[in-house]
């Protein structure tokens, strides 16, 4: 079994409508949690930490399940430009070193 | 401004011959990671570095290396070059811990490696 699995997509979204996705981890001992964004062929880039709380950051929202060890990311009022991958993260030791997932698609319609 | 660099860009080489990827940072980080990436694996961890003269195995190491002289570059080498070594490759670095606020890594633009 993967450490961080995804559904890998892609999800087909209309411009304005709203898209969830989720990542189930395997290590319930991890403690801290990212999601990151890759658009094509460029390098990935943090997109928002995951707080035990929940957080929100304008249209973006991340969640975590503890019990369940999932992570989700909604995302309301979808833009064209938010086309892109969107990789899970699960940080692996205390110094910084990650686990990513395969990547979930999206892709924002007209 | 602070940033990754990652030379060359693109590179096409043939089976048997060893090749580095260059990896160089004014972030003055600590921390760098090599990655693979590859079309339904994701980002996967070839070498990292903690520090000058650390150097440590991530989950593909196998027919790599890395070697950490300064903080500013983590140099990958491929000893013999395979058909299998195909893929993109990106460097990442992150603060060191006792300065960190976060663990967020900042990544080069990568390398596309073809190996024929």
């Known amino acids: 079994r993967k450490e961080v699995e995804q559904d890998p997509g892609p999800f087909n979204v209309p411009e304005g409508a709203t898209v969830a996705f989720n990542c189930t981890y395997s290590n319930s001992a991890s403690q801290s949690f990212f999601w990151y964004r890759q658009d094509c062929r460029k390098e990935p880039k943090l997109l928002m930490s995951?707080?035990?709380s929940g957080n929100e950051d304008g249209r973006f929202t991340a969640q975590l399940n503890r019990a369940s060890q999932y992570i989700s990311l909604l995302i309301r009022d979808s833009k064209l430009s938010d086309s892109a991958t969107y990789l899970c993260v699960v940080l692996t030791d205390s110094w910084g070193k990650l686990q990513f997932g395969a990547g979930t698609q999206v892709v924002v319609t007209p | 401004d602070a940033e990754i660099t990652q030379s060359p860009r693109h590179k096409i080489t043939e089976t048997g011959r060893q090749v580095t990827l260059a990896c160089h940072q004014t972030w003055n980080h600590n921390n760098m990671f090599w990655y693979r990436q590859d079309l339904g694996h994701g980002l996967r961890l070839i070498h990292y570095?903690?520090?000058?003269?650390?150097?440590n195995k991530g989950e593909v190491s196998d027919g790599y290396s890395v070697s950490r002289s300064n903080t500013e570059d983590l140099p990958l080498t491929l000893e013999s070059a395979a058909s299998s070594q195909t893929s993109v490759y990106f460097c990442?670095?992150?603060?060191?811990?006792?300065?960190?606020?976060?663990?967020?890594?900042?990544f080069g633009p990568g390398t596309r490696l073809t190996v024929t």
């Open positions: 995951v707080y035990s």
């Open positions: 990442a670095t992150s603060p060191n811990r006792e300065r960190m606020d976060t663990y967020e890594q900042y």
């Open positions: 570095s903690y520090g000058v003269q650390d150097t």
